[in-house]
């Protein structure tokens, strides 16, 4: 989820720019003024949202949702719509993609986009939503943030308490959002299928024990990045699990594990078509390091067999060395004291996705917490197709991807128990 080099990019993933409330408090009875559709939501009326929508029995969700909000009586009665709908999106599209109640279509189980364009219909309801009991300024921006989380998993990570837990390994997996849908609206992202496949699955890991694996996934927005979307998610969970991996979309025909990432945005445009090109925004930025690294066992994995496509321990990075202005690549990662300018995975959202959960990590003191991230192939779709919205190949290649990081999850969390009994 990040441009690796000019003409290439990943899937990876950054919240939805909340776009500035009009107007102020209203007295009860009063209309609030409503906010415009995003660049994102806009989309949705093109012929493949609505196809993949319609196709997978999820074109009901927002306009159900629409009228849970008109029922809304008071600002209390709204959020619980809104953590009720969001929540059930997001349990509806885990089952779907583990095989659990109606598939609502002919669209592929394993597909990501029903939750994509579905949660987009229900952002942009909430946003036309014409409130009768007239919404305090900013009200409407905590509905649409509580709207997010929820329907992302991101306050749904639920990791087994008591005897029933006892020795097994827990595993946190981020995914992304679709991304680039203005080159091709039809894209899927196989980093936030696999988190909908593995979330709440138990599997049993190289060493023959049990790891549950909780996941989540992320927008491809740079500004919620920068409003600390990741750190809020991560920050309480981080302490208690085994191991994480963030996942995003890179390279065509193969998988990366970036060793190393890097505090730099490259500017590419996001799904709201922002560009940002700077130091990535933290917390204390007196503190912030140019690079961090992963901690997953990388040998391990790249040298397991784990699925068809090759996996690599990817090195390289970007740099401008110290007392120099212009940017290298170094292949072996960066030197001394150097700026920089893109990590393994680029510098794009599945770069700084990396560097946040990982620095993050450092900052918490976890610095043995296995975590880092892992790049799948760029999902292709079948030969000569380029207006169907699935094809046979399409599906093999994302169940293929999905199936080869559940194995890569399997062989680190056995590696990783290990050096934490160690």
Do not use: C
Not at 52 to 58: D, K, Q, T
Not at 304 to 319: H, K, Q
């Amino acid at each position: 989820m990040s441009p690796i080099r000019p003409g290439r990019h990943a899937l990876g993933v950054a919240l939805l720019t909340l776009v500035p409330l009009l107007g102020t408090s209203l007295p009860a009875g009063a209309a609030e003024p409503t906010s415009p559709a995003t660049v994102e939501e806009q989309r949705l009326d093109r012929a493949v949202p609505q196809e993949v929508l319609r196709r997978s029995g999820f074109d009901a969700v927002a306009p159900d949702f629409g009228q849970a909000l008109r029922g809304a009586r008071s600002y209390e009665a709204a959020e619980r719509a809104v953590v009720q709908h969001g929540s059930r999106l997001w349990q509806r599209s885990v089952d779907r993609a583990q095989g659990r109640g109606p598939a609502g279509g002919d669209l592929s189980r394993d597909d990501d986009r029903p939750l994509y364009w579905a949660r987009l219909g229900m952002t942009r309801e909430l946003r036309q939503w014409q409130a009768s009991f007239g919404l305090p300024d900013g009200e409407r921006a905590k509905l649409l943030d509580r709207l997010e989380r929820s329907s992302r998993g991101q306050d749904a990570i639920r990791f087994p308490a008591g005897q029933g837990a006892k020795g097994m390994k827990r595993i946190l997996m981020t995914g992304f959002d679709p991304f680039t849908l203005d080159r091709d609206v039809r894209i899927s992202n196989p980093s936030g299928a696999t988190a909908l496949a593995l979330d709440g699955t138990v599997i049993r890991t190289a060493d023959g024990r049990l790891a549950r694996i909780e996941t989540a996934v992320f927008p491809v927005r740079w500004q919620d990045f920068a409003d600390g979307t990741v750190e809020r998610t991560l920050r309480s969970e981080l302490p208690r699990v085994d191991a994480f991996t963030t996942v995003s979309q890179g390279r065509v025909g193969r998988i990366d594990i970036e060793r190393t990432n890097g505090a730099w945005r490259g500017g590419f445009p996001d799904n709201e078509n922002v560009s940002r090109t700077e130091t990535v925004p933290v917390a204390d930025p007196a503190s912030q390091p140019q690079w961090t690294s992963t901690t997953l066992p990388y040998k391990e994995i790249v040298a397991a067999d784990t699925g068809r496509f090759p996996v690599y321990d990817n090195t390289s990075v970007t740099e401008i060395p110290a007392g120099e202005t212009a940017p290298v690549v170094r292949p072996q990662g960066p030197t001394p004291g150097s700026s920089a300018r893109a990590g393994g995975g680029g510098n794009y959202l599945s770069n700084e996705i990396a560097y946040r959960a990982t620095l993050l990590r450092d900052r918490l003191g976890l610095d043995e917490l296995p975590g880092g991230h892992v790049h799948t192939p760029v999902l292709e779709f079948g030969a000569g197709n380029t207006s169907e919205i699935t094809d046979p190949a399409f599906v093999r290649n994302r169940l293929d991807i999905i199936a080869q990081v559940r194995a890569i999850i399997g062989v680190a969390a056995g590696k990783l128990s290990e050096r934490i009994r160690g």
